[in-house]
């Protein structure tokens, strides 16, 4: 799949492109991605992205031109049949969420824009913007962050990019499993300031340390998100050892 991303950052997705497990995703092609920077599409000595709000007030305003040629320039390198969707990253948008980074993951890719300043001039979304995605309700000073954090959850569900090929199959919110969420980690060493490990982690029988995975996501899930466990109960991924647990901690919740 491929994304073209709109910044006038370009510099900063570097690092995230050429480190960690995702690296591999992005070297091998099975997530390209090119940036594209809307100055070097703009006009006069002074390559002006950004103007002056009309009706006034405080900050700019991404211009429409330089966006539309920009955009014209990665719709004739896509070249195909089917236009990708245009995606803006806004606080007006959807929140991401893993639903939507799997539908991306599946996807030929799409155009990422990146906002800045006060945002984007209204005529050019309202004549190019197909979906509008955001990361929560706070305000960043730039969508590269958004672009990013979609980049790299995408990049993760690559085959082959994560060491262990299971590892994602046991991530959070992953539905396919159970859409719970992930039970706690340790590692060595085995006594650390006063603190040891649950002692199933350390007995070697399997069947043990997965109940306990299992009773720790249930309990976990059901202590910080009991939306999730209502999901997976109507899904009907939960069994009644795991019903039967939830009755027994419910002191516990
Ligand atoms: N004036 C806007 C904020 C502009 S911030 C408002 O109050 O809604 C500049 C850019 O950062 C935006 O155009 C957008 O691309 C990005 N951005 C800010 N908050 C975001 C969020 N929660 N999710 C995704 N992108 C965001």
Redesign the pocket.
């Known amino acids: 799949m491929r994304f073209d991303v709109i910044t006038l950052f370009p510099e900063l997705f570097e690092p995230f492109l050429a480190s960690g497990v995702t690296r591999r995703a992005y070297a091998s092609g099975q997530v390209q991605v090119r940036l594209w920077n809307p100055r070097d599409h703009a006009e006069g000595n002074y390559r002006r992205v950004d103007d002056r709000p009309f009706g006034g007030g405080p900050g700019m305003v991404m211009m429409a031109g330089p966006l539309a040629r920009c955009l014209a320039a990665i719709r004739a390198d896509r070249a195909e049949d089917q236009p990708a969707p245009l995606v803006?990253?806004?606080?007006?948008?959807r929140h991401l969420d893993h639903a939507a980074v799997q539908g991306w993951s599946a996807s030929a890719g799409a155009v990422l824009l990146?906002?800045?300043?006060?945002?984007?001039d209204q005529r050019f979304i309202d004549a190019h913007v197909d979906v509008q995605?955001?990361?929560?309700?706070?305000?960043?000073?730039?969508?590269e962050i958004?672009a990013v954090a979609l980049l790299d959850a995408v990049a993760r569900l690559q085959p082959g990019v994560l060491h262990d090929a299971g590892s994602h199959q046991l991530d959070s919110f992953n539905p396919a499993l159970d859409g719970l969420l992930d039970c706690p980690h340790y590692t060595r060493p085995e006594q650390w300031q006063g603190a040891g490990v649950p002692a199933p982690l350390l007995s070697g029988h399997h069947a043990q340390i997965e109940r306990w995975r299992r009773d720790q996501r249930l309990l976990l899930t059901a202590r910080h998100r009991p939306d999730l466990l209502q999901a997976a109960r109507a899904r009907g991924q939960l069994t009644r050892a795991d019903e039967a647990l939830l009755v027994q901690s419910q002191d516990l919740l």
Not at 136 to 141: A, E, K, P, R, T
């Open positions: 803006l990253f806004s606080p007006i948008g990146c906002g800045r300043y006060e945002g984007v995605v955001s990361l929560g309700d706070f305000v960043l000073s730039g969508g958004a």
